[in-house]
């Protein structure tokens, strides 16, 4: 089974299908997990370009596919986040707060993270393709 993790964080900067390695991890997984930190962040992107509701449906048909799983933010997520913001302000290596929280949701749930964003590699742990 193929499981990944934020695959829209890394490609929607420049449209949804734009990066052919990230497509087509995307086309081949069995299980997409996404987290509700993305979605937020790509609805963000969406209300600043002016065309959100020509996104919007491309997002929603994504966001209701059977192999989309999202994940949420627990308790137990939060500890995963405190973990990470403590290591890497230690190290003196801070990331953006949203990266540490979908780093945790990856961590918490052992689910691999596709991205491009090179501030993860500082995350102890973090398994990244």
């Not at 065309?51 to 949420?72: A, C, G, N, Q, T």
Request: charge should be neutral.
């Amino acid at each position: 089974m193929k499981i990944y993790y934020g695959i829209l964080d890394a490609c929607l900067k420049t449209g949804l299908k734009s990066n052919l390695l990230e497509f087509s991890i995307l086309s081949s997984a069995d299980f997409i997990a996404f987290s509700v930190i993305s979605v937020g962040e790509i609805l963000a992107r969406f209300k600043i370009s002016g065309d959100e509701k020509k996104y919007l449906l491309e997002l929603d048909k994504f966001l209701y596919s059977p192999r989309v799983i999202i994940y949420d933010i627990d308790s137990e997520t939060a500890e995963f986040y405190a973990k990470i913001y403590c290591e890497l302000r230690i190290a003196g290596t801070p990331i953006p707060t949203n990266n540490m929280w979908m780093a945790a949701l990856s961590l918490q749930h052992g689910i691999k993270l596709l991205t491009n964003d090179r501030h993860f590699t500082k995350v102890v742990g973090l398994f990244l393709i």
